[in-house]
Structures are given as C-alpha cells and as structure tokens.
C-alpha cells in the first residue's frame, strides 16, 4: 500500500509540473527547467523587464531575405511561435491577423516565429490558407527559441510581446485569445517612453 501511496504522489507532483502556468519544459538540448508564464492579461512591471535577446533569421517565403531583431526595436512588437502542425495555431493565428490589422499603424509589429516544421512548403500554405499578412522567420531548427532560452518559447504556441525599448513585457504559453492579446498590447501602448 505505502507504494501505492509513493507511485500517486510522484505521478502528482510529475503532472503538476507539465501543465498551467508554472511548467517544467525541455529545450532541444533535452535539459529541463523551470518556466513561468505571466498570468493572462498581465503585463510584467518595467522595472522587472530584461531586454530581449537579439536574434536574425529567413524570411518565411521571402526568397532567402533575412530579418534582424533590431527592426523591431522603437515599436512594441508580438513574437509568436507556432507551427502548421499546432492545432492551438490554427485557432490563434487569424485572430493575430486580425489585431495586427487593427494595431499596425500604432507601432506594433508582429512576427511569427515558425518552427519545427518538416517543410517550407507547409508552412507558407498555412500562411496563405489563414491569409496572414504580418511576416514569419522560418525557423525549423528551432534557434530563435534558443536564443530566447530564458523565456518559454520552446513550448508552441508561445508568445512573447516586447516594449518599445525592446524588453520582454509578457510571456504566454499556449494559445492566447484576440482580447487577452488586445488588453496586453493596449497596456504596453500607453506606457510612456
């Protein structure tokens, strides 16, 4: 019985760990560590906010045109992470179409991030079956979400939302709904410089 007991407690505290808000996720090097998301329609202090790793990549369908992170500093700006294969995707991203369409011309840039992905080809049809207009880095290494090792990007979807001055002002796990998503960047648009 005492094993019993020892067995229901570790596979408690194992799937207490995996879901929620607070989750043990494992990067692509196969370390664990602890990661926590900021609670839906919260935005980070900004005297707690770290400045977003730089990073570069290809352009999603661009015909090998690159990206740097460094066009994104001066506009706050949404990185999400996602991938064809994601079934939260498929929810999440016209909705992001759809802020982005709203909020491009108030300083906000988006960027998808997409990654593990077997082929380009399916990425782009998921772009052009979702008519997103807003640009994606191709990414299926998955070295972007290693840069941002600090923050739960390897999770998919996730989604990291940057301040003017380039700093990490909210972080999802999971897919984020088109009011959560306009309440944070609405939050972050009024903050002065």
């Not at 990661?35 to 329609?41: D, I, K, L, M």
């Not at 994601?86 to 992001?96: D, G, K, N, S």
């Not at 772009?127 to 999770?155: C, K, M, N, Q, W």
Request: hydrophobic letters at 45%.
């Amino acid at each position: 019985m005492r094993h019993v007991m020892v067995a229901l407690l570790a596979a408690a505290l194992v799937s207490g760990c995996s879901t929620g808000a607070d989750q043990v996720d494992v990067n692509n090097g196969g370390e664990f560590r602890f990661v926590e998301a900021t609670p839906s329609g919260e935005v980070i202090p900004p005297v707690e906010r770290a400045a977003a790793p730089e990073f570069s990549g290809t352009l999603l369908g661009g015909g090998g045109e690159s990206f740097s992170s460094v066009e994104l500093v001066g506009d706050v700006a949404v990185l999400n992470f996602w991938g064809s294969w994601c079934p939260p995707c498929r929810v999440e991203t016209p909705e992001f179409q759809e802020v982005y369409a709203d909020v491009r011309v108030e300083g906000v840039q988006f960027l998808g991030i997409n990654v593990k992905e077997t082929s380009e080809q399916f990425a782009v049809a998921f772009v052009d079956r979702f008519g997103i207009e807003f640009p994606s880095v191709y990414d299926p290494r998955g070295e972007v979400a290693l840069a941002f090792r600090d923050y739960p990007a390897t999770a998919i979807p996730s989604t990291i939302v940057l301040d003017r001055q380039g700093r990490v002002a909210a972080v999802y796990t999971g897919a984020v709904s088109e009011e959560n998503l306009r309440a944070v960047l609405d939050r972050v648009l009024a903050e002065e410089v």
